[in-house]
């Protein structure tokens, strides 16, 4: 079975700093894709960024970018000049990439506060 | 685009009672997915409906059911509430056959049993 762990359940940061998130999944899959998840007080899960295993490039959304390294199973979040909007729960996920929509295994998540 | 919506936002029930939670996707969207988080965790796969068919099913018992009606919407039900299903529900929509399988969520329905 899938799992992803995060380990960090809290971190802060000051505003316009940056701070990485950090992850590790366990697959016995060669594709899938993994996500940052970003759930603020509203409940709603917005997606932050998304890897596809077979690409090499670490994805980027401008302020966004993770560091995916495949061989080590991890897969972290850099969060660049960090905003007031910015402070949430992150949440790491996983889906096999089998084509059509499959579920999503999600960390138990990490929460961010921004500081003034 | 109204988005994934769910209903209804919150609701109290009592032990052993049944609930029923209600989805519409997103404009063009065809899966739905059930996710329940509990507080401080992430959330659970608990199933996901196409062509009004249960396609994948999580680790949950026969007292979570679902359906999903010919203009995709979709319904959570759950039988026989236990103090242990207050949580936030969510429902995910996406496509089957979009290049891109992004998942768009609701809001979520907080369910306490008491």
Known sequence: AQTVTQSQPEMSVQEAETVTLSCTYDTSESDYYLFWYKQPPSRQMILVIRQEAYKQQNA?????????????????????????GDAAMYFCAYS?????SEKLVFGKGMKLTVNP | DAGVTQSPTHLIKT?????????????????VSWYQQALGQGPQFIFQYYEEEERQRGNFPDRFSGHQFPNYSSELN??????????????????????NTEAFFGQGTRLTVV
């Open chain 1, 96 to 100: 096999r990439r089998k084509g059509g």
């Open chain 1, 60 to 84: 980027t959304e401008n302020r966004f970018s993770v560091n995916f390294q495949k061989a080590a199973k991890s897969f972290s979040l850099k969060i660049s000049d960090s905003q007031l």
């Open chain 2, 15 to 31: 032990r052993g009672q049944q609930v029923t939670l209600r989805c519409s996707p997103k404009s063009g969207h065809d899966t």
């Open chain 2, 78 to 99: 759950v039988n026989a509430l236990l103090l242990g299903d207050s949580a936030l529900y969510l429902c995910a929509s996406s496509s089957v056959t979009a290049v």
